[in-house]
C-alpha cells in the first residue's frame, strides 16, 4: 500500500524533471460515480487493475505518472507502528505508476432551469483526482509490507503513458531491490497533519 508519499525536491527539480507543472488531487474518484465522497482510491492493484470497473477505464486511456522521492510503510513494534521511508539509494527523483479520472457532479436539471449539485451558473465543479497502482513488493519492503508502489524506470515512462493495455502490464512489477533503501523516520509522519522536511530523517530505533 502506499498511503503517504514525499515529494520535496524544488519545484523548478520537479518539472524540469517531468517537463510538467503540477496541482495534487489524490484519492481516484469514478467519472462514473453518483457522489465523490462514496470513493476515493488512493491505490489499485496491478494484479486486478484491468478488471475492476473503478480502474479499467482509467487504465485504458488515463494513465499518469506521480512523481516522488520516497513513500512510508509502517511495522508493527512493540509500542505501536514504527514508520520507515522507501527511497531510490540514491535518494533521487521517481515516477510512480498511476491512474487519473476527472468527475463532474451529475448534471440533474431542475425545473428552474439550474443544474443540481453545480456550481450557481449551472457550470458542474469537475475534479481531477489519481492514484497509484501497487504490486508484490522487492527484497527491500517485503520486511514493511506486502505490497509496494510500482515505481518506473525513466525509461519506462513514456511506454507507461503511450503503450497499448498489453504493453504497459508487463511494467507492473516491482521495482528492483537494489535500487532501493529503507530507514525508519519519526512517528511524527503518522500525522497528515504534519508536513516538513525532518519527516524525511532518518531516526534511532
Known sequence: MCGRYTLFAPPGDIESRFDATFETAFGLVP???????????INARAETVREKRSFA???????CLVPA???YEWVEREGGKQPYRVALADDSLFAMAGLW????????????G???????DGDPDTVETFTV?????NAVVADLHHR?????????????????????????????GDGMQAYPVSTAVNSPANDSPALVEPVET
Open 69 to 71: 522521492d520516497g513513500f
Open 57 to 63: 477505464e482509467a487504465y485504458e486511456s488515463r494513465r
Open 148 to 176: 509496494m508502489a510500482v515505481v518506473l524506470d525513466p525509461d519506462e515512462e513514456e511506454t507507461w503513458l503511450t503503450g497499448d493495455p498489453d504493453e504497459v502490464a508487463d511494467l507492473l512489477e516491482p521495482y528492483p
Open 114 to 120: 439550474e443544474f443540481a449539485g453545480g456550481t450557481p
Open 31 to 41: 467519472s462514473w460515480a453518483d457522489d465523490r465522497s462514496e470513493f476515493g482510491f
Open 133 to 137: 497502482i501497487t504490486t508484490e513488493p
Open 101 to 112: 479520472e476527472r468527475w463532474e457532479p451529475p448534471a440533474t436539471q431542475t425545473g428552474l
